[in-house]
T-cell receptor, first 114, second 113 residues
Framework: GAVVSQHPSWVICKSGTSVKIECRSL??????MFWYRQFPKQSLMLMAT?????????EQGVEKDKFLINHASLTLSTLTVTSAHPEDSSFYIC??????????FGDGTRLSIL | AQSVTQLGSHVSVSEGALVLLRCNYS??????LFWYVQYPNQGLQLLLK??????LVKGINGFEAEFKKSETSFHLTKPSAHMSDAAEYFC???????????FGQGTTLQVKP
């Protein structure tokens, strides 16, 4: 089946640093990728939608300058959390889909900012 | 606007018992509906989806769900719970087939031996 790989799975860094999370579709071309944020014991909140080769569309309330998304190829999207602070600590999950097919999810990245 | 409400944040059943997880949706356009399962520290795995074909949808691991337009519901069921079914379950709606998913709050399923 379709596989989406997310890296790293866990990252701890100091406040003020920037962190990059990668999302790769391993066996299909992802025309669209999605980035979600999940707080403990809560649901997933869509942050942004990115289509290959175009700018990401951010959901209301999500700072695009804070969460930089790049979808440079049909198999890779990256999320960079810039100048991260403790309140950015969360579980970030990406998903990818080809055309109108269902989304396939990565295993998530747990981000802890000290 | 689209939204999803999952009734019951925590459901506990005995092994072998019926599993029923409730989901009600609100959508101004014909909805696409999904059930996902999430194990600890992992992403989501698709259990099943409704895309305006058959109202009774069969998924993986013995799960099924029935789309009831009159009740705006899409409840998930499994005749006999296994210990391995213990996980977090999310119902989601996608307006049309835009790909955007709006998730419910999630239901934690506990299976007792």
């Amino acid at each position: 089946g379709a596989v989406v790989s997310q890296h790293p799975s866990w990252v701890i860094c100091k406040s003020g640093t920037s962190v990059k999370i990668e999302c790769r579709s391993l066996d299909f071309q992802a025309t669209t990728m999605f980035w979600y944020r999940q707080f403990p014991k809560q649901s997933l909140m869509l942050m942004a939608t990115s289509n290959e080769g175009s700018k990401a569309t951010y959901e209301q309330g999500v700072e695009k300058d804070k969460f930089l998304i790049n979808h440079a190829s049909l198999t890779l999207s990256t999320l960079t959390v810039t100048s991260a602070h403790p309140e950015d600590s969360s579980f970030y999950i990406c998903s990818a889909r080809y055309g109108n097919q269902p989304q396939h999810f990565g295993d998530g990245t747990r981000l802890s900012i000290l | 606007a689209q939204s999803v409400t999952q009734l019951g944040s925590h459901v506990s059943v005995s092994e072998g018992a019926l599993v029923l997880l409730r989901c009600n949706y609100s959508s101004s356009v014909p909805p696409y509906l999904f059930w996902y399962v999430q194990y600890p520290n992992q992403g989501l795995q698709l259990l099943l989806k409704y895309t305006s074909a058959a109202t009774l949808v069969k998924g993986i691991n013995g799960f099924e769900a029935e789309f009831k337009k009159s009740e705006t519901s899409f409840h998930l069921t499994k005749p006999s719970a296994h210990m391995s079914d213990a996980a977090e379950y999310f119902c989601a709606v996608s307006p049309g087939n835009t790909g955007k998913l709006i998730f419910g709050q999630g239901t934690t399923l506990q299976v007792k031996p």
